[in-house]
């Protein structure tokens, strides 16, 4: 089974790809993108340009194979407008936001607000493979959405449109947009759509998504999807891939773990936190910045230590890169690591 990074706005940006790949990443089959705003300017923001630049992704063994872009897109000639200039970078693979489900993206009839339209997300589809199939060089695409908009039925639909497409991957989130990221993952109404992929004809490779945090709930998931040894080769391979956010925030190296390696030692975690800052310091002017930066990894991190609460206030106060060092430092003298 392969795993990947998931897309998080603001967090997997280059420098976070580029130290996790370089200590942790010999276990990740892939990182993808935030999403890359395709806008009716077909031009990107700068910040979003700079992340993807290839002289930017420096932890990628000489390829851009480990990255795949994330494009957000509300009609066809955005989308195709970006997917090209992804592969005049270099990039062979780019993947269409269907499952953000903010709502300042939603009410854009962007990522997650084209599941309550499905006519006009089929139209778009269709315009899309369209394009790709007059054109002799053009990425490949892989779609991320979630089960539906506000009801897990939904998907019967959009897996039907879907498979009438030549996808390399559906990634499926296991909730609906009304989920946001709240509540236990819909198991069930997972496997419902992904059979209904397969019966409308769907051949793309299929990845999970949906709160992978713990060796437990990967077990968990696999139990409940029916994936595992004791299964026949066909349910085993029915999940290609699994695609993890919040959990490896939490624990960079859980993938190691769910690939049966050791667990994150406090050295290895010491080092890779340092390591960060100082990409984050050639990423973000001033040290305030950059602590606003290391508070977000720390918002999940701070599981591993007991008793904590003291010693991340002093983190939260740090106002200079030698007060955040200083309190990191005591962190990891003071509290048990768990």
Not at 18 to 33: A, K, L, M, P, S
Not at 130 to 157: M, N, Q, Y
Not at 185 to 201: H, N
């Amino acid at each position: 089974m392969r795993f990947y990074y998931a897309p998080m706005e603001g967090i997997t940006l280059y420098p976070l790809r580029n130290i996790h790949r370089e200590v942790f990443g010999e276990w990740v089959d892939r990182y993808f993108t935030p999403f890359l705003t395709a806008s009716h300017t077909h031009h990107f923001k700068n910040r979003e340009k700079s992340d993807v630049l290839p002289e930017k992704n420096t932890a990628l063994d000489g390829t851009l194979k480990r990255i795949v872009p994330q494009i957000m897109a509300a009609n066809s000639e955005n989308f195709i407008w970006a997917a090209e200039e992804m592969k005049k970078l270099g990039y062979n693979e780019v993947n269409l936001n269907l499952g953000c489900p903010a709502p300042t993206v939603v009410n854009r009839h962007k990522g997650a607000g084209l599941l309550a339209e499905p006519e006009y997300l089929d139209r778009m589809l269709c315009e899309i493979f369209d394009a790709v199939s007059d054109k002799e060089i053009f990425p490949e695409i892989s779609l991320k959405t979630r089960l539906g908009f506000s009801d897990p039925g939904e998907a019967d639909r959009l897996m039907k449109i879907y498979a009438a497409y030549p996808v390399k991957e559906l990634i499926i989130h296991a909730r609906v947009r009304e989920d946001y990221y709240a509540g236990a993952p819909r198991l069930d109404a997972f496997k419902e759509a992904v059979s209904a992929y397969r019966t409308a004809g769907g051949k793309a490779d299929i990845s999970y998504n949906g709160n992978i945090d713990s060796a437990a709930s990967f077990e968990k998931m696999k139990n409940e999807l029916g994936i595992g040894s004791s299964c026949g080769e066909e349910q085993r391979a029915e999940v290609y891939s699994v695609m993890i956010g919040r959990g490896l925030l939490s624990d960079p190296s859980l993938v190691r773990q769910l690939k049966g390696g050791s667990a994150l030692l406090p050295d290895e975690l010491r080092s890779y936190l340092s390591r960060l800052y100082d990409a984050y310091a050639g990423y973000i002017p001033e040290d305030r910045n950059v602590i606003f930066k290391m508070l977000e990894h720390w918002a999940y991190l701070h599981v591993h230590f007991k008793d904590s609460d003291r010693c991340l206030k002093q983190i939260r106060k740090s106002r200079s890169r030698a007060e955040y060092h200083a309190a990191v430092n005591n962190i990891f003298a003071e509290c048990e690591f768990v």
